[in-house]
């Protein structure tokens, strides 16, 4: 029931994330990635569940890391902690990268909010994402973790997360 991932927080911390299960577990013979961790989650993934699509639409499949909040793992608003192998090839590619993990990462963020979430190949995607982040550790208040929380709270009742798939 419950997904658990190796990711990157504040000051290159490695700590377990939590998540609800969403995708059916992939067998060896469907990995397709030199990695070996399979391929990057699409739109109409044949690996994700009915539940699971349900779960990933409202957001709620992140219900769990509110564990992690109260581990003291992460916060409730901060930039997305990527997967450890994701991580490590982004920062060599993307500059000011790593400043992004001077705060401890949130189960929402600014640049999860503006449609920036989600896996991905595209390194211009991952720079934008990267100056979202810098620019919200750089201009952070009480009032935009405010406004955050109420868009992601809008998006999760109204069905619009963008990328959520």
Known sequence: MLFKQKRVGVND??????????????QDHEIDTEDGFGTITAENDSRITWIGKILRRSNLDELPQFLNVLKGDMSIVGPR???LQEDLEVRKKVPKYRIRQF????????????GLRGGTD???????????????????TFGLDMKIIG???WQMLTFRIPNAY
Do not use: S
């Not at 911390?13 to 992939?26: A, D, E, N, P, W």
């Not at 705060?103 to 503006?114: E, F, R």
């Not at 595209?122 to 952070?140: A, C, G, H, P, S």
């Open 13 to 26: 911390r490695i700590f377990t994330c939590l998540k609800f299960r969403t995708m059916r577990q992939v």
């Open 81 to 83: 902690p990527h997967m």
């Open 103 to 114: 705060i401890k990462p949130g189960i929402t963020g600014w640049a999860a909010v503006n």
């Open 122 to 140: 595209d390194l211009e995607l991952m720079k934008e994402r990267t100056e979202n982040d810098i620019w919200y550790v750089e201009n952070w």
């Open 151 to 153: 868009k992601t709270i």
